[in-house]
């Protein structure tokens, strides 16, 4: 599966963007695709990913009510709205089928050899 984020950018606090995830391949399962993100001298984490134990989906505390994953069938891709960015936001962000779990307040990826990574949009939430 090949994936390709889009949609990064520089947004004041309290703003808001939309990150694509182009996915294309033989295999293709939207529902698989979830995001992550990475910022400077922290651990990825998991914004809003499948469970590996159950197939749902998750939002850690930091962004639930304000992320939200949704997918358009007929056009392959995955979104992740985010609504009332913050600094803390400011990260790149990927879309992954990795699944993940929780650790601590958040979660991690799963990541395998069997696993498809695009790569990577960076969101600067500053003023």
């Known amino acids: 599966v090949q994936l390709v984020e889009s949609g990064g950018g520089l947004v004041q606090p309290g703003g808001s963007l939309r990150l694509s995830c182009a996915a294309s391949g033989s295999t293709l399962d939207l529902e698989a695709i979830g995001w992550y993100r990475q910022a400077p001298g922290k651990e990825r984490e998991g914004v809003s990913c499948r469970g590996d134990s159950d197939g749902r989906t998750y939002y850690p505390d930091s962004v639930k009510g304000r992320f939200t994953i949704s997918r358009d069938h007929g056009k392959n891709t995955v979104y992740l709205q985010m609504n009332s960015l913050k600094p803390e936001d400011t990260a790149v962000y990927y879309c992954?089928?990795?699944?993940?779990?929780?650790?601590?307040?958040?979660?991690?990826?799963?990541?395998?050899?069997?696993?498809?990574w695009g790569q990577g949009t960076q969101v600067t939430v500053s003023s």
């Open positions: 992954a089928t990795s699944p993940c779990t929780s650790y601590h307040d958040t979660y991690r990826d799963l990541t395998s050899e069997f696993d498809d």
